[in-house]
């Protein structure tokens, strides 16, 4: 069986209108996919292929080609040409507005979303923010959010980027991608040594309320309190939960209130510090291994790494950006490591971050695990939660 032949007539209409639509269609698809506005650029595409459509269908069949006379040599080489061009353009259509392209996400001018409410740490992630700001070429604009404000201020475009002690967990990962990390801590239960000593929110008295653990929405510290409650029973006295804050200092300024029944609260360990570096606290869950294990007294101020078998796994600082942009958080990672290991100058990086703003309330580190060993992170079975 034969090829079969396209009738003399039908040529006017490929080569005049149809071709060079069908043509133009694929670009305003391939664009539109792309694109991280869809809808508006796919609305936009079909309107122009429709346009070319019509004006190509009237000129036709307008013409003098229509009624079966040839259709001329010239208006065909033309209207193949417009075909092959726009082809072309779809297949490499040089940097698609949606491209999962560091230069495309780090350009102009990038909305950070910050805390800034612990004293040193602002200063300590503004030098990452200007590190990463350095190398892209960008400017960048904070923003202020709640902690649990930063999955959401990303997923509705209020900020492309958070540095805001944001701990990377699995979790979190189906909400938003994490490069990193840049900061290794602990979190915990941590009670104000001074009020248990004193008794008055630790004792069932009538009229006094029972002592309370503070946290905040959308924190880590979440987990270790709902362990410490656990253990604890209100009827005789025992801590009850109180995890509606907006933001940790307010939590903190509770805890260290002498009027106030806030006893614990669930937070990470640099963060307690920094609001009080002279604060006598303690373990609440006993979990910590650098601890008195009758007392939960924290050893030579610094408690060490949780093990794995807890709810207190080590928490990882790392920057989020919007979710399913993987090739960009490897870049990303790739700056945030030169920042954690001074790569590129000694003298700038993380040891002038925290040396500059950290060191003078969490005090000089014996042993430098809050730094980040990119050869040996240890995830523990869950797995790495960075660029997933």
Not at 116 to 131: A, N, Y
Request: glycine fraction near 10%; proline fraction near 7%.
């Amino acid at each position: 069986m034969g090829i079969p032949k396209i009738p003399g007539k039908a040529w006017p209409e490929l080569f005049g209108w149809a071709f060079p639509t069908a043509a133009a269609v694929a670009l305003a698809i391939r664009i539109g996919l792309l694109s991280l506005d869809a809808n508006a650029v796919n609305f936009t595409g079909v309107g122009i292929a429709a346009g070319l459509a019509i004006v190509a269908a009237l000129l036709t069949r307008l013409g003098p080609a229509q009624g079966g006379s040839k259709f001329g040599i010239w208006p065909a080489i033309g209207s193949s040409t417009v075909t092959v061009l726009l082809v072309a353009w779809a297949f490499i259509w040089p940097a698609p507005i949606g491209d999962d392209k560091p230069s495309l996400y780090f350009s102009g001018t990038v909305k950070v979303g910050v805390s800034g409410d612990i004293p040193g740490w602002p200063e300590f992630d503004e030098e990452l923010i200007k590190w990463i700001a350095d190398e892209y070429g960008i400017q960048t604009e904070e923003i202020r959010l709640f902690q649990r404000e930063r999955e959401e201020a990303l997923k509705d475009k209020r900020v492309d980027m958070v540095v805001s002690s944001y701990t990377a967990t699995i979790s979190r990962t189906n909400e938003v991608d994490f490069a990193g990390p840049y900061y290794l801590d602990t979190t915990g239960v941590w009670g104000n040594a001074e009020k248990i000593k004193k008794g008055i929110w630790t004792k069932r008295i009538p009229g006094v309320a029972n002592p309370t653990v503070c946290g905040v929405l959308g924190t880590t510290g979440n987990n270790p309190m709902q362990d410490f409650i656990n253990t604890q029973d209100p009827k005789n006295g025992g801590a009850v939960a109180d995890s509606n804050y907006q933001t940790t200092a307010d939590c903190l300024r509770r805890l260290f209130d002498p009027e106030s029944e806030v006893s614990y609260a669930a937070t990470d360990w640099s963060t307690l510090k920094a609001y009080n570096p002279n604060a006598a606290v303690f373990d609440a869950n006993r979990r910590h291994p650098n601890i008195e294990a009758g007392s939960g007294s924290v050893k030579d101020g610094d408690p060490g790494l949780a093990g794995w078998r807890t709810g207190d796994k080590p928490q990882y600082y790392g920057v989020a950006i919007r979710n399913d942009h993987p090739a960009t958080c490897r870049d990303l990672t790739r700056v945030i490591r030169q920042f954690v290991e001074q790569t590129k100058n000694p003298d700038e990086g993380y040891g002038h971050a925290y040396s500059h703003h950290l060191k003078s309330l969490l005090g000089p580190l014996k042993t430098d695990w809050h730094r980040p060993n990119f050869d040996a992170l240890d995830w523990g079975p869950s797995g790495s939660p960075i660029c997933v």
